[in-house]
């Protein structure tokens, strides 16, 4: 059983939905909890970065931690075409000494 | 303002031959990654680096080679490319406390 899962989608919504994705993992070491948005044919690139439990907002985007049941969100509000990408979701122990984990990602399409 | 750059970013090898990947980071971070990307099999760790002059393995390194013999660059090698290699690279970077800045990638294919 892999470390962190995700679920692959596809998902697709439209637009000026809001947009639920999820992450569970196992190891309750892991203290940070990273968002990226990855775009056809490109690296992916952090769209959000948290430590242990709670929210961050920015913009349209929220991250939510719960690490008591080992599960990180992305809530994307007013979802627009330009967010069509592949989201992965990554964590990492107490600093970046080391590595982060990533889930396998899942792929949104947001229709006009 | 450069990040992370990769080359080369399209590459065809033959079975047996050998390659270098580049990555060069102009942002001053200490740790560097390197990663593959299949479809339905995720990002996974190749090697990594956490400093200049160290190295440590990854989640799949086997059949590569890695250096960073200065803070900025991290060199992936393949000695032998195989079929099973065919995939797209990506390189990282990052500071102690921040997340991951990748690079565009590089597309290798080994027929």
């Known amino acids: 059983q892999k470390e962190v899962e995700q679920d692959p989608g596809p998902l697709s919504v439209p637009e000026g939905a809001i947009v639920s994705l999820n992450c569970t993992y196992s190891n309750s070491a892991f203290q940070y909890f990273m968002w990226y948005r990855q775009y056809s044919r490109k690296g992916p690139e952090l769209l959000m970065y948290t430590y242990s439990s709670g929210n961050k907002e920015d913009g349209r985007f929220t991250a939510q931690v719960d690490k008591s049941s080992k599960y990180i969100s992305l809530f994307i509000r007013d979802s627009q075409p330009s967010d069509s990408a592949t989201y992965l979701c990554a964590m990492s122990l107490n600093t970046n000494a080391g590595k982060s984990t990533f889930g396998d990602g899942t792929t949104l399409t947001v229709k006009p | 303002n450069a990040g992370v750059t990769q080359t080369p970013k399209f590459r065809v090898l033959k079975t047996g031959q050998s390659m270098t990947l580049l990555c060069a980071q102009d942002?001053?971070?200490?740790?560097m990654y390197w990663y593959r990307q299949d479809p339905g099999m995720g990002l996974r760790l190749i090697h990594y680096?956490?400093?200049?002059?160290?190295?440590a393995k990854g989640e799949v390194p086997d059949g590569y080679n890695v250096s960073r013999l200065k803070k900025q660059n991290f060199l992936l090698g393949l000695e032998s490319a195989a079929p099973s290699q065919t995939s797209v690279y990506f390189c990282?970077?990052?500071?102690?406390?921040?997340?991951?800045?990748f690079g565009s990638g590089t597309r290798l294919t080994v027929v």
């Open positions: 990282a970077s990052s500071s102690a406390y921040y997340g991951y800045t």
């Open positions: 942002m001053n971070h200490e740790y």
């Open positions: 680096s956490v400093g200049e002059g160290t190295t």
